[in-house]
Antibody, heavy 119, light 110 residues
């Protein structure tokens, strides 16, 4: 069974940093394009970014609101996806979901991890 | 990239059909067949219901169908059931090589 489990969320002060992890199982992780999507409290879904597989260069795309502050990476040897978040702002407060990305869609979702940015 | 436009809410009675629209531009919905739809129940993670405009993942009921005309995509749910009550989001690939979601639609089953 395909599983994505996020971890690393918590409370952080504005300007601080946090690294989220997403452990994958049940599929060939190094063949999967992956993405992060977030959802602020009582708000809609927002795409954060995407990482390609190594054979596609392992390149990343990030949404404008997080570009230059957030970095997506992957460790295929550990079947793990990461989201490094720096210079955090209060508006980054959200549940962060890890997803697989295929055929232009977010196919499989994790349960999410909550990030709260507050002083 | 602006969010795609969805109605804030729709409602229907059990057994009826409802349609949720998702309007974008020629740079997203109208330009690519990478429109997808997600169902999100309260407190749960979203679930993919439709991808590539019309395709259903394995396990999704055939009561759910998708379509597109110009810059507007649509999700139709036929034979409405109480369990269909949820928030629904559309998403599209864009010419900026990004992804964009709609604002979400709350479906109420009367």
């Amino acid at each position: 069974e395909v599983h994505l489990v996020e971890s690393g969320g918590g409370l952080v002060k504005p300007g601080g940093s946090l690294r989220l992890s997403c452990a994958a199982s049940g599929f060939t992780f190094n063949d999967a394009w992956m993405s992060w999507v977030r959802q602020a409290p009582r708000k809609g879904l927002e795409w954060v970014g995407r990482i390609y597989i190594k054979t596609n260069g392992g390149t990343t795309d990030h949404a404008a609101p997080v570009k230059g502050r957030f970095t997506i990476s992957r460790d295929d040897s550990k079947n793990t996806l990461y989201l490094q978040m720096n210079s955090l702002k209060t508006e980054d407060t959200a549940v962060y979901y890890c997803t697989t990305y295929d055929k232009g869609a977010f196919q499989i979702w994790g349960q999410g991890t909550m990030v709260t940015v507050s002083s | 990239q602006s969010a795609l436009t969805q109605p804030a809410s729709v409602s229907g009675s059990p057994g009826q059909s409802i349609t949720i629209s998702c309007t974008g531009t020629s740079s997203d919905v109208g330009g690519y067949n990478y429109v997808s739809w997600y169902q999100q129940r309260p407190g749960k993670a979203p679930k993919l219901m439709i991808y590539e405009v019309t395709n259903r993942p394995s396990g999704v009921s055939n009561r759910f169908s998708g379509s597109k005309s110009g810059n507007t995509a649509s999700l139709t749910i036929s034979g409405l059931q109480a369990e269909d009550e949820a928030d629904y989001y559309c998403a599209s690939y864009t010419s900026s090589i990004t992804l964009v979601f709609g604002g979400g639609t709350k479906l109420t089953v009367l």
